[in-house]
């Protein structure tokens, strides 16, 4: 550590040893994310990860990347750090498991403007999580200390996963038809879409830690901060024991961008707005920005973080499946012969 001290970079706004320990501080965290396919450690030039095909006849490797995007302000003005990394690695693998694969190894970006090791360890730890929850490792990843680029409070946080499924499961929308059933996995809230139009709606310069009675006396703060879920694990049981047509990861775009990805030409999906379990905060930004209500669900999941397509005969064995794993998942739609698009009726 003493050989590579540079007092002119140090000057200049880097401070290398500060790099090594909040590299020594993130170990703990990365050490709860290993599986048995990793095969090097931290502080190399490259994660190694050894593919087990067992049981998969032609793997097909599938990959994610995603930011965190403006929520990062909000993290900022809380000064919470240790959550924002699970919105990292959830807006990655929850893209993969669209297509049927199972998340593998994730790696991470994190640019400052100063290396404070003890935060960026707290953005690790989040990022640890995230691996945990989705079943990936946490192979590798890179910080950066840019000075004069990013202001010294703040980040960028950036990231990418590898997965792997086998072709013959890889998800096929073509199956879809008439009256296929579309169901819902409930959002954990905002999860990382649509802050910039957050943003404008809230004075969130102002006392965002104050219980507010219409998000059940959460503060507004701690609610727009609630971290992505990660579907990975009930998404993988569900593949495993029903035939999944297709599924959908509602991010920005909403409704109308996201659902229709995953439908065959000439297909739409017909969604009843009453079944559609909203929670408060998205009626609490409609309410402050006069949003309509169409923009609401063109711009946010508005309570579904993820939806799924099954046939009309498979869908109380779905829900069931989701439900044992923990989600309260439930019929929202079906999918029906159209071209208008998104139908909410």
Do not use: W
Request: aromatic content about 8%; some cysteine; proline content about 3%.
């Amino acid at each position: 550590m003493e050989k590579s001290y540079s007092e002119s970079y140090k000057a200049a706004g880097v401070d290398i040893t500060a790099g090594y320990k909040a590299v020594d501080l993130m170990k703990r965290h990365i050490a709860r994310t290993m599986t048995s396919g990793v095969l090097s450690g931290i502080g190399g030039f490259g994660g190694l990860f050894e593919l087990d095909v067992t049981g998969i006849k032609r793997p097909v490797l599938v990959s994610g990347t995603d930011g965190v995007g403006t929520k990062l302000k909000l993290a900022f003005l809380m000064d919470r750090h240790d959550t924002i990394g699970i919105d990292c690695v959830a807006m990655c693998v929850n893209d993969i498991i669209c297509c049927g694969a199972k998340p593998l190894f994730f790696l991470d970006y994190i640019a400052t403007g100063k290396n404070f090791p003890e935060k960026i360890a707290a953005i690790v730890s989040g990022v640890a999580e995230g691996c945990v929850q989705s079943g990936a490792a946490l192979i590798g990843g890179e910080t950066a200390e840019m000075p004069g680029f990013y202001r010294e409070d703040e980040y960028d946080l950036a990231g990418f996963s590898v997965g792997v499924v086998d072709r013959e499961k890889i998800l096929d929308n073509s199956t879809v038809t008439q009256g296929d059933v579309i169901i819902a996995l409930p959002s954990s809230g905002v999860h990382s879409n649509g802050f910039s139009l957050v943003r404008r709606v809230f004075d969130l310069e102002g006392d965002i830690g104050k219980a507010v009675p219409e998000l059940g006396n959460n503060s507004l703060g701690e609610t727009l901060l609630m971290p992505t879920k990660i579907y990975v694990k009930p998404m993988t049981a569900l593949f495993e024991k029903v035939a999944v047509k297709t599924v959908s990861h509602i991010t920005g775009g909403g409704f109308y961008e996201n659902i229709p990805r995953c439908l065959p030409e000439s297909f739409t999906a017909k969604i009843e707005k009453k079944a559609v379990r909203t929670p408060a905060v998205f009626d609490l930004i409609a309410h402050a920005g006069n949003i309509d209500e169409r923009d609401m669900f063109n711009t946010f999941n508005m309570g579904v973080g993820m939806s799924a397509v099954v046939a009309k005969a498979d869908a109380d064995k779905a829900l069931e499946i989701l439900r044992d794993c923990g989600e309260d998942a439930y019929v929202i739609g079906e999918a029906v012969r159209s071209d208008e698009g998104v139908i909410l009726c």
